[in-house]
């Protein structure tokens, strides 16, 4: 957010270094995380891909310090976020450096704040910003993600499109250098989604670290600049979208391809796509690929 | 820069709070409390019949200056009529009688029973008003931030607002369970047993869906830093003059003055 923010070769350190991590639920027996090795270099825009139940909450959580310290199990190996190793320091520290925004917006908001304006001035006031700030800060992220019109509405009566850009907003104001999101735009609309997939591009660019775990291929292909793929708690893909997006093996694990892939495939079985070409995984690849082939007839 | 946001510009939100400008909407918020708390221990401590009712005037005349005394007493008449019924009702029968009782249309009544009923009356009547015009001129977003400002910790501000707007959640909440209940064919109408039957599953899926939320409301505090240690701050500001903290003061002295000499003078 902030345009001043210190170039990305300025940081030596990882902003998320995570070391053979394991970790399973109290009670459950299988693990939910397992052999997860990561590094993440600052002002990167990763996605995390997976099937239902293959790790990715618990993944967000891990990032974000709710593992060890909320949800307790059998926790092994080493994250360390900002720079900070997240079995030492207290989640107060680590709230400070990463948030996390998750799927269900209704529960994301406070309850005890009466208008917009007001809960997206909670987390500042819980870190004693000063006055002044907060207004600042509020009336720019407010303009950041498009809710300035909602200000003085209750965050109850609000559309759940709406709670979600209001939870995206009382996050982004505290302006974490990590920012990890839990399928956070599952209640939006497809424009809604673009936005908020430009406007986390535009962020990463700017040097906060996003995570985000999500299904919508088509965004993730065009904004995002590392995928993994989570199976069963281990990482089983991992690398720029175009490679990932393309593999066989999300298939197999359940995650699918984005519609441009499908659609070349059923092309291709009828000759309508260029053999000597692999699968788009993006609209301008798919329009590249059909000109191709209609330029060559 | 501090900046002050007065009242007339507050947002408003969903409470039995009016708008108004009489002295009763400008008085801060903790300092009406104090009031109340002052009204209250008077109308309950001051032996006596009368002095509750001499209370409850002068509690409707503060609602006529603030132009309240309408909205006051269509709100206390639903409260206090049919209460009051039942008072004089049973103490007038059922009190134990020392003088000739008092004879109404064949009844014999107790004298000391219709005075205790006049006296409980007068009572209530003053704690209903005194609550009432707080409730009526105070907005409940200035409530919390008057405690907030006054020191009161962040998790008692927290737990008032938030049951005050999740009480309706769960309402709606408890609502579409219903709903959905009676889509799959339940029946939810008609006898007393029919409906002690579909309890369990409209209150059983409410239950557990709430802890469940509990769990992802408990995150999202904490990841917005409502556990950090360290000086709080607050957008908006309430104002808070010395000379309402002085009548505070003033009206706690008088009011503990008063029980002391009442009691023991």
């Given at each position: 957010m902030s345009p001043s923010a210190p170039?990305?070769?300025?940081?030596?350190?990882?902003?998320?270094?995570?070391?053979?991590?394991?970790?399973?639920?109290?009670?459950?027996p299988t693990a939910a995380l397992e052999g997860i090795s990561l590094s993440v270099a600052k002002g990167s825009f990763i996605a995390v891909l997976g099937a239902n139940s293959s790790g990715k909450s618990t993944l967000c959580h891990a990032l974000t310090g709710f593992i060890p310290h909320f949800y307790r199990g059998d926790f092994a190996g080493r994250v360390r976020i900002g720079g900070l190793d997240t079995t030492t320091r207290s989640l107060d520290e680590?709230?400070?450096?990463?948030?996390?925004?998750?799927?269900?917006?209704?529960?994301?908001?406070?309850?005890?704040k009466f208008t917009v304006r007001e809960e997206i001035a909670f987390g500042l006031e819980n870190l004693g910003v000063p006055r002044a700030e907060m207004t600042r800060r509020i009336t720019e992220v407010m303009d950041l993600v498009g809710i300035t019109d909602l200000a003085d509405r209750s965050p109850f009566a609000l559309s759940g499109g709406q709670q979600q850009l209001l939870a995206l907003a009382a996050m982004l104001v505290l302006r974490p250098q990590i920012f990890v999101l839990d399928e956070a735009t599952s209640a939006l609309d497809s424009a809604g989604s673009r936005r908020i997939f430009s406007l986390l591009h535009q962020l990463s660019r700017t040097g906060m670290t996003v995570v985000l775990a999500e299904r919508k291929l088509e965004e993730i292909a065009v904004h995002c600049d590392r995928v993994l793929v989570l199976d069963q708690g281990r990482i089983i893909l991992d690398g720029p979208p175009r490679q990932v997006l393309a593999s066989p093996r999300l298939e197999q694990c359940h995650v699918g391809r984005t519609r441009y892939s499908r659609v070349a495939e059923r092309a291709l079985t009828f000759g309508g796509w260029p053999v000597d070409r692999s699968l788009p995984?993006?609209?301008?690849?798919?329009?590249?690929?059909?000109?191709?082939?209609?330029?060559?007839r | 820069m501090a900046r002050v946001v007065s009242r007339s510009i507050m947002p408003r939100h969903p409470s039995l709070a009016l708008a108004g400008k009489g002295i009763a909407f400008r008085l801060n918020p903790v300092t009406k409390?104090?009031?109340?708390?002052?009204?209250?221990?008077?109308?309950?401590?001051?032996?006596?019949?009368?002095?509750?009712?001499?209370?409850?005037?002068?509690?409707?005349?503060?609602?006529?200056?603030?132009?309240?005394?309408?909205a006051l007493a269509k709100k206390l008449l639903k409260i206090i009529l049919p209460l009051a019924f039942f008072l004089f009702f049973i103490h007038g029968l059922f009190y134990h009688q020392a003088s000739a009782p008092l004879t109404l249309a064949g009844v014999d009544l107790s004298r000391e029973g219709l005075l205790f009923a006049l006296q409980m009356t007068g009572r209530i009547s003053a704690a209903l008003a005194a609550s009432l015009l707080f409730v009526l001129t105070t907005p409940?977003?200035?409530?919390?931030?008057?405690?907030?400002?006054?020191?009161t910790p962040a998790a008692i501000t927290y737990i008032i607002g938030a049951t005050l707007q999740l009480i309706p959640q769960l309402q709606a909440r408890a609502a579409a369970i219903g709903d959905a209940q009676r889509a799959r064919g339940m029946e939810t109408d008609g006898s007393l047993l029919r409906r002690i039957r579909a309890l369990l599953p409209l209150v059983l899926p409410l239950v557990l869906g709430s802890l469940v939320d509990v769990e992802e409301r408990a995150i999202a505090l904490e990841a917005r830093a409502f556990r950090v240690k360290g000086p709080k701050s607050s957008l908006h500001e309430l104002p808070d003059p010395q000379s309402e903290r002085l009548l505070c003061r003033l009206a706690l002295i008088l009011t503990l003055a008063t029980i002391v000499v009442v009691w023991w003078g």
């Amino acid at each position: 957010m902030s345009p001043s923010a210190p170039p990305l070769d300025a940081h030596p350190h990882p902003a998320i270094e995570v070391v053979d991590l394991h970790f399973a639920y109290p009670h459950s027996p299988t693990a939910a995380l397992e052999g997860i090795s990561l590094s993440v270099a600052k002002g990167s825009f990763i996605a995390v891909l997976g099937a239902n139940s293959s790790g990715k909450s618990t993944l967000c959580h891990a990032l974000t310090g709710f593992i060890p310290h909320f949800y307790r199990g059998d926790f092994a190996g080493r994250v360390r976020i900002g720079g900070l190793d997240t079995t030492t320091r207290s989640l107060d520290e680590l709230v400070q450096v990463a948030s996390l925004v998750f799927q269900n917006p209704l529960n994301q908001i406070s309850g005890a704040k009466f208008t917009v304006r007001e809960e997206i001035a909670f987390g500042l006031e819980n870190l004693g910003v000063p006055r002044a700030e907060m207004t600042r800060r509020i009336t720019e992220v407010m303009d950041l993600v498009g809710i300035t019109d909602l200000a003085d509405r209750s965050p109850f009566a609000l559309s759940g499109g709406q709670q979600q850009l209001l939870a995206l907003a009382a996050m982004l104001v505290l302006r974490p250098q990590i920012f990890v999101l839990d399928e956070a735009t599952s209640a939006l609309d497809s424009a809604g989604s673009r936005r908020i997939f430009s406007l986390l591009h535009q962020l990463s660019r700017t040097g906060m670290t996003v995570v985000l775990a999500e299904r919508k291929l088509e965004e993730i292909a065009v904004h995002c600049d590392r995928v993994l793929v989570l199976d069963q708690g281990r990482i089983i893909l991992d690398g720029p979208p175009r490679q990932v997006l393309a593999s066989p093996r999300l298939e197999q694990c359940h995650v699918g391809r984005t519609r441009y892939s499908r659609v070349a495939e059923r092309a291709l079985t009828f000759g309508g796509w260029p053999v000597d070409r692999s699968l788009p995984v993006g609209f301008q690849e798919a329009v590249a690929g059909f000109l191709h082939l209609g330029s060559k007839r | 820069m501090a900046r002050v946001v007065s009242r007339s510009i507050m947002p408003r939100h969903p409470s039995l709070a009016l708008a108004g400008k009489g002295i009763a909407f400008r008085l801060n918020p903790v300092t009406k409390l104090t009031l109340v708390g002052c009204a209250l221990l008077l109308a309950f401590l001051i032996p006596g019949w009368w002095p509750p009712w001499l209370l409850f005037t002068a509690l409707a005349g503060f609602a006529q200056i603030n132009r309240l005394l309408t909205a006051l007493a269509k709100k206390l008449l639903k409260i206090i009529l049919p209460l009051a019924f039942f008072l004089f009702f049973i103490h007038g029968l059922f009190y134990h009688q020392a003088s000739a009782p008092l004879t109404l249309a064949g009844v014999d009544l107790s004298r000391e029973g219709l005075l205790f009923a006049l006296q409980m009356t007068g009572r209530i009547s003053a704690a209903l008003a005194a609550s009432l015009l707080f409730v009526l001129t105070t907005p409940t977003a200035d409530l919390m931030l008057a405690l907030s400002q006054r020191g009161t910790p962040a998790a008692i501000t927290y737990i008032i607002g938030a049951t005050l707007q999740l009480i309706p959640q769960l309402q709606a909440r408890a609502a579409a369970i219903g709903d959905a209940q009676r889509a799959r064919g339940m029946e939810t109408d008609g006898s007393l047993l029919r409906r002690i039957r579909a309890l369990l599953p409209l209150v059983l899926p409410l239950v557990l869906g709430s802890l469940v939320d509990v769990e992802e409301r408990a995150i999202a505090l904490e990841a917005r830093a409502f556990r950090v240690k360290g000086p709080k701050s607050s957008l908006h500001e309430l104002p808070d003059p010395q000379s309402e903290r002085l009548l505070c003061r003033l009206a706690l002295i008088l009011t503990l003055a008063t029980i002391v000499v009442v009691w023991w003078g």
